[in-house]
């Protein structure tokens, strides 16, 4: 009965599974209790992070990605400071109480002087008063330590799946792509002091439901802070694309995409959630959905327009012509619409980190 599963403290993987699968009013009943379930830990807001895609260069070759380095059908740019810090003063101004700074992945002396010198600079516009998210990817610890000296408080590294075999289906098979070394540096992240936030990609050639179920035990065995996670959809330009014809439908992926955000709100009630972006390439308002059965954070990207074509990790990606102004007031109207209120001038820390525990 799935009214039992949801009163329990502790899910296995097959009732997390048989969750997944749940149809009808069984449905109906798992997104009534997540919601219930936000709503009593923390609350019916939104916190907005403002995503500041400022380089599309990687060193990577993930076969999902559309940005992968073998990709020549991109146009590569790199951001000036100038245009990074207009768009954190965008966010600032507009009492956003955060940003996330994301890249592609570039392992350099140059890249970490380039993200502290940023950081230090964010921080003197802003008196401190901005959190800064970092999301460019793998890194090695003391690199970690002088951005968040710095002034990074947050970081993003998704998983992308804690299936160590599907993890190598995923991605070529050589040292720069290694399932271990993206664990170890989710510990490093964690160990630092950053809040941490990790996701994975939903709907995956070859993942199973026992996957999914999986992820999700991952994610509270390993403590994070904040998660992001979200239908996987096709690219054309990457190998992953061969295998098109095996995908779920899109429907199907992003009904499974909201039911992980409600179990893991039922899993981890005190946890910050995104509604990742990938949900509204497939519905207009799939962002929304995801607040409604759990998610409490969304991205809004404020990446200098003309650039934000460019940075297509999927295709249909929303808002790739909107300037940051527009979006604005076009989130403030689809919020309102979900019975949440945007937290302006709140940092929205996760209550997760502020615990120091799940609850
Ligand atoms: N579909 C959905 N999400 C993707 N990402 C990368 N490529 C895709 C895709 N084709 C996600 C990965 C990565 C994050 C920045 O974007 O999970 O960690
Ligand atoms: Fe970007 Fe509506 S959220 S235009």
């Not at 500041?52 to 000036?80: A, M, T």
């Not at 590294?157 to 804690?162: A, F, P, Q, W, Y």
């Not at 989130?331 to 949440?340: D, H, P, Q, S």
Request: hydrophobic fraction near 35%; glycine fraction near 6%.
């Amino acid at each position: 009965m799935v009214e039992d599963l949801l009163e329990k403290q502790n899910l296995s993987g097959m009732e997390i599974s048989m969750l997944l699968q749940a149809e009808g009013a069984d449905k109906t009943k798992l997104f009534e209790k997540s919601s219930q379930i936000k709503s009593l830990y923390v609350g019916n807001k939104v916190y907005f992070r403002g995503l500041i895609e400022f380089s599309n260069i990687c060193s990577k070759d993930c076969l999902y990605c559309g940005i992968r380095k073998s990709n020549s059908e991109v146009e590569r740019y790199n951001l000036s400071y100038d245009e990074i810090l207009d768009a954190a003063r965008f966010a600032f101004e507009n009492r956003y109480g955060s940003i996330v700074l994301q890249s592609g992945e570039i392992k350099s002396p140059q890249f970490t002087d380039r993200v502290t010198t940023l950081l230090k600079k964010i921080r003197e516009f802003s008196d401190n008063k901005l959190r800064v998210t970092l999301s460019c990817g793998e890194q090695d610890y003391a690199t970690y330590k002088q951005w968040f000296d710095n002034g990074a408080s947050r970081y993003l590294l998704r998983i992308e799946t804690s299936n160590k075999e599907l993890y190598k289906k995923l991605h070529p098979n050589d040292k720069n792509h290694s399932f271990e070394k993206r664990v170890e540096c989710l510990n490093f992240i964690k160990s630092i002091g950053y809040q941490t936030g990790t996701g994975v990609m939903i709907g995956l050639p070859f993942q199973t439901y026992e996957d999914l179920a999986n992820d999700l035990l991952w994610m509270k065995g390993f403590g994070v802070d904040m998660v992001g996670m979200g239908p996987y959809l096709e690219h054309k330009d990457t190998p992953l694309y061969a295998f098109r014809n095996e995908l779920l439908p899109e429907s199907v992926r992003f009904d499974l995409s909201l039911k992980m955000i409600a179990i893991l709100r039922i899993m981890m009630k005190n946890i910050n959630i995104a509604g990742a972006t990938a949900l509204q390439a497939i519905d207009k308002i799939g962002r929304e959905k995801a607040i409604k059965v759990g998610a409490n954070v969304i991205m809004p990207n404020i990446t200098p327009g003309e650039f934000r074509n460019s940075y297509k990790l999927y295709e249909n990606k929303p808002c790739t012509d909107e300037l940051p102004e527009d979006c604005k007031a076009c989130l403030e109207m689809r919020i309102a619409l979900t019975g949440n209120t945007i937290a302006y001038d709140e940092f929205g820390d996760s209550l997760h980190y502020v615990a120091g525990h799940n609850l």
